[in-house]
C-alpha cells in the first residue's frame, strides 16, 4: 500500500505559533500532495511537491519532501484560527490518490 | 465556474433501501473519482470513472455497490439495500485528463454526501 500516515493525529497550538505535521509513506511516488478538510466540508489541495523536490513553499505552507526516508512535512508559519482543519497527504503513482488518516490542528485564538 | 457539484447533501434511509448519491465534476474536468470517509477517519478510495467506463474499482465492496458515469449526465454512486455500516459521507473528485491516474493530478473535491442508515 501507499497510504500516507500522517503524525501527530492531533495537534493543537497557540495562533501565531508555527504548525508541523509530518507525512510518511510506503513505496516510490510521483508526486506527494496535501490537502486540507474543514470541518464538514470537502477536501481542498494546498500543494503538490514532486518527487525531485526536496521543497516548496506557497504562502505561509512550506512542504519539505525526503524521498530517501519516505517522508515529507508541512509545515504553516504563523498559525490563525481559520488554519483550524484536518490536514491529509496523499499519494500515488500511476494509482488513484491513497490518503492518510489525516492531522486534526486546532488553533486557540 | 461551479466546482464539483454533489447532491444530496444529506440522505437518510432505512435498512434495505437504496441510496443513490449525484455527482457532477467541475466543468472541463472528464475524470470522477470517489471516496468514502468513516467519521475520525481518511479517505478511502472506492471507484475511479471516465464517462462510459469504469477505469479502476478496486476499492468498491464486491456486493451492493455500484457506480456509472453516463455520456450525459451525472456520475452516480449507488448502494442497494443500505446497512448501518454504509453510514459515511462520501466525497466525489474530479481531475482533468491529463494523465490516466490521479496520481498525476490535482483533485478537486465536492462537499459530500452524508448517508445516514437508520
Known amino acids: 500500500s501507499q497510504q500516507g500516515e500522517e503524525d501527530p493525529q492531533a495537534l493543537s497550538i497557540q495562533e501565531g505559533e508555527n504548525a508541523t505535521m509530518n507525512c510518511s509513506y510506503k513505496t516510490s511516488i510521483n508526486n506527494l500532495q496535501w490537502y486540507r478538510q474543514n470541518s464538514g466540508r470537502g477536501l481542498v489541495h494546498l500543494i503538490l511537491?514532486?518527487?525531485?523536490?526536496r521543497e516548496k513553499h506557497s504562502g505561509r505552507l512550506r512542504v519539505t519532501l525526503d524521498t530517501s526516508k519516505k517522508s515529507s512535512s508541512l509545515l504553516i508559519t504563523a498559525s490563525r484560527a481559520a488554519d483550524t482543519a484536518s490536514y491529509f497527504c496523499a499519494t500515488g503513482r500511476n494509482t488513484p490518490l491513497v490518503f492518510g488518516k489525516g492531522t486534526r490542528l486546532s488553533v486557540i485564538a | 465556474n461551479a466546482g464539483v457539484m454533489q447532491n444530496p447533501r444529506h440522505l437518510v434511509r432505512r435498512r434495505g433501501q437504496e441510496a443513490r448519491l449525484r455527482c457532477s465534476p467541475m466543468?472541463?474536468?472528464?475524470?470522477v473519482y470517489w471516496y468514502r470517509q468513516l467519521p475520525e477517519e481518511g479517505l478511502k478510495f472506492m471507484v475511479y470513472l471516465q464517462k462510459e467506463n469504469i477505469i479502476d474499482e478496486s476499492g468498491m465492496p464486491k456486493e451492493r455497490f455500484s457506480a456509472e458515469f453516463p455520456k450525459e449526465g451525472p456520475s452516480i454512486l449507488r448502494i442497494q439495500q443500505v446497512v448501518r455500516g454504509d453510514s459515511a459521507a462520501y466525497f466525489c473528485a474530479s481531475s482533468p485528463a491529463r494523465a490516466q491516474y490521479s496520481g498525476a493530478n490535482v483533485l478537486t473535491f465536492g462537499a459530500g454526501s452524508r448517508l445516514t442508515v437508520l
Open positions: 466543468k472541463g474536468h472528464s475524470h
Open positions: 511537491i514532486r518527487s525531485n523536490e
